[in-house]
């Protein structure tokens, strides 16, 4: 069975703070990976796609490791806005079902 | 910034009932897709769907569901006769398919309560 898994949560922290948020997937022949973001009772958004290399994108960094079958995002500078759940997604190619993680429902307080 | 669309926002129905969901998809994307998420759950595959025909379903898109393109803009979700476990967010999705780091776009989701 093709599974994604993230750390529980929920994570809650202050404004300002980093947090970092882990997945882990199974098939190793994914070929695309996304964290997406999802407000409460609303669809899910991409954040951003995850590249080998690591990508940034302002305060979000992701973090793709092959051989480990391993994901990261990280958020630095917490913001309140920040507040949401953040699903980790596994395409195993073009035109085929995403594969969802539970999400890590992240809660940032002043 | 074009989007996809989703009517209607919430569907209240009868169990037994017909419903039809309706999505517009990004109008130059070829694949499109139907999730469902259950209140407090994960995000789950449907079905997907190119060149007017079903390319990918999973175990719960059943004999009760169907998906039609019956236009150039248009993609449903028929469920034929409604249970209590299919009340769910249902969402539609589109991608252009043609990348290796291809990317779903949703829509913003049909909320089905089955009575």
């Given amino acids: 069975r093709k599974e994604v898994e993230q750390d529980p949560g929920p994570f809650n922290v202050p404004e300002g703070a980093t947090v970092a948020f882990n997945c882990t997937y199974s098939n190793s022949a994914s070929q695309s990976f996304f964290w997406y973001r999802q407000d409460c009772r609303k669809e899910p958004k991409l954040l951003m796609s995850v590249y080998s290399s690591g990508n940034e994108d302002g305060r979000f960094t992701a973090q793709l490791n092959r051989a480990s079958q391993y994901i990261s995002l990280l958020i630095r500078d917490s913001k309140l806005s920040d507040s949401a759940t953040y699903l980790c997604v596994v395409n195993p190619g073009p035109g085929t079902a995403l594969i969802f993680g539970k999400g890590t429902t992240l809660s940032v307080s002043s | ?115």
């Fill in chain 2, 1 to 115: 910034e074009p989007e996809v669309t989703q009517t209607p926002s919430h569907q209240v129905t009868q169990m037994g009932q017909e419903v039809i969901l309706r999505c517009v998809p990004i109008s130059n994307h070829l694949y499109f897709y139907w999730y469902r998420q259950i209140l407090g759950q994960k995000v789950e595959f449907l079905v997907s769907f190119y060149n007017n025909e079903i390319s990918e379903k999973s175990e719960i898109f059943d004999d009760q569901f169907s998906v039609e393109r019956p236009d150039g803009s248009n993609f449903t979700l028929k469920i034929r006769s409604t249970k209590l476990e299919d009340s769910a967010m249902y969402f539609c999705a589109s991608s252009e398919g043609l990348l290796r780091t291809d990317t779903q776009y949703f829509g913003p989701g049909t909320r089905l309560t089955v009575l």
